[in-house]
């Protein structure tokens, strides 16, 4: 019994719980949702601490032995994700205290954010392929209300094209498993990755590895299929926004990273080229995107997808460091990015716009925003010694060993081509001076209990903000004992048959000696 | 049996992506109902179907007697049902918001947010 692995999910869905409760209190709900993450990060530590110990830590849910009920597994990967997760989670929390408004609040902002992180947490834990779905769900729909919450026409449109394509992802998901039943006859990851690799038709197996490989696509934003992502991620409040940009597609890119190294591993030689290239024009058209436009999380969306480029490209290359450089990717990004739309935040909030043409003069205003900028834009560029860099350079370093010249030399440049979206920024909102027809600037303002207008605490805004960037660079000065770990993930990754034994235990020879014994067995048993 | 259902649902999934391609989110939403539905019954079908033989252990033995009906697909299925139905009111509220705001039934002209 390892109650640590079941917490992140249960302590989450009960804080929502908590929060529901107390509909009418705002002050109660704010103290749960700070309160709650605090417990998140620290039931997460306690996970982390033990899969560091013991390798891979699984709970059967209901007593149920796999693979007849539903595991919950933590190898490193899923207990890395969890750490970052509840690290975001609270300093989203905390950012939300003063960014939210009261009208959002009201709507159920702050159990809508418990169930969200209760979606991702769930998804990054679970060992049954359909409870995957399920948690996608939780997700998806937790996401869907917090998109819209407020309801201005932006947020209608952008949630319209990001319903839909999260729902034709949902469902590309829901068929492949329909089918992948049909074929081997169990739910569980582990178990289908021993049936798969001895299934009679091979060519089927590499079909459902492209529709795993689609579905997970669009909710990664992976191209061709990332273009829900630029139309809706700049349209809800700006915690929202730093909440998906810091967690909703790297659950994508989670599974990806989980179904292709465990169930499609043997299907590699097919779909490398894909996820190759799929990753070089991901990172290209991300980054040339960015440069077109000039609204400070717009630029910043499009930046979501180049990056996302990097950690499948850590996949595709496929190797133990690959891997491990991909991981690191995701790290250096959940962090930096989140930052970059809390700052993007506070930017707004001195200066009353996202244009990057009417802001101007924050360095002179403040530095040390200036300064949290420049460690966050910097690190997602790649400049050492900051997270980005560490990042690049595992993937660089694996590419040129895989011999992959021609990707490797796409992610230098789209690194180049990122420092230029990120000096474009800095120039704009903090180097230039303010633009004169920006005549006193707004500030955000928003309605307080007694329905006073109010102005936001800045203090409580600009704390995760501080926090986020000492992280980047603390990414990169200490990158030395987390690359260990992103070692062992990559080790853990490309050898699956850990994860099979951690899940199904003694029941491995039973299974094997099943697929050996002919099918009809199987049918009565 | 299973070519019957495998016929009705290639029908299915064409349909709901050709309601998918038309500009009306009306048409969206119903597009996105016969998806999940194909979806559905695709599981059902993909697992095998096994008419009149449900998986009950008759009284005193340990395991179903001959060939029986798998359950677990159907538990799927259920889940699944639950989970489009939650998901496409959120749809239907969501487009009814949209037309208030946007007055069109006409994803054409809801492009603010892609310049």
Known sequence: MRPEVALPVLLPLLSGAISLLFWRSRPMQRFTAVAGNLALLVVALWLFTSVHQDGYVTIQMGGWEAPYGITLVADMLSAVMIVLTAMIGLALAIYSLASTGSDHEKFGYYPLMHLLLAGVAGAFLTGDIFNLYVWFEVMLVASFALLILGGEKAQMEGAIKYVTLNLLASVIFLTAIGLLYGMVGTLNMADIALRLHAAEHQGMVEVLAVMFMVAFGIKAAAFPLFFWLPASYHTPPVAVSALFAGLLTKVGVYSLFRVFTLMFDETMDYTQDLLIWGAALTMVTGVLGAAAQYEFRRILSFHIVSQIGYMILGLALYTPLAIAGGVFAVMHNIVVKTNLFLISGITRHLQGTYQLKKMGGLYKERPWLAVAFFLSAFSLAGIPPLSGFFAKFVIVRAGIEAEAYVVTGIALAVGFMTLYSMVKIWNEVFWKALPEDNLVPERETVVGDDGRMVKPSLWLMTLPVGVLAAMSLLIGVFAEPLMVVMNTIGDQLMNPQGYIDAVLGSNVDVIEALIEAPASEETSP | ?115
């Open chain 2, 1 to 115: 049996m299973e070519p019957l259902m495998a016929i009705a649902i290639g029908m299915l999934y064409a349909a709901a992506i050709f309601l998918m391609l038309r500009r009306s989110i009306v048409k969206l939403v119903i597009g996105l109902m016969l998806l999940t539905n194909a979806a559905n019954l695709l599981i059902f079908t993909s697992a095998g179907m096994t008419r009149g033989a449900p998986p009950l252990i008759p009284e005193g033995m340990l395991v179903p007697e001959g060939v029986v009906a798998d359950p677990l697909p159907q538990a799927v299925v259920l889940t699944a049902i639950v989970i489009a139905f939650g998901v496409l009111a959120f749809a239907v509220v969501l487009i009814r918001r949209a037309y208030e705001i946007v007055k069109a039934d006409d994803l054409d002209k809801m492009k603010d947010t892609d310049t």
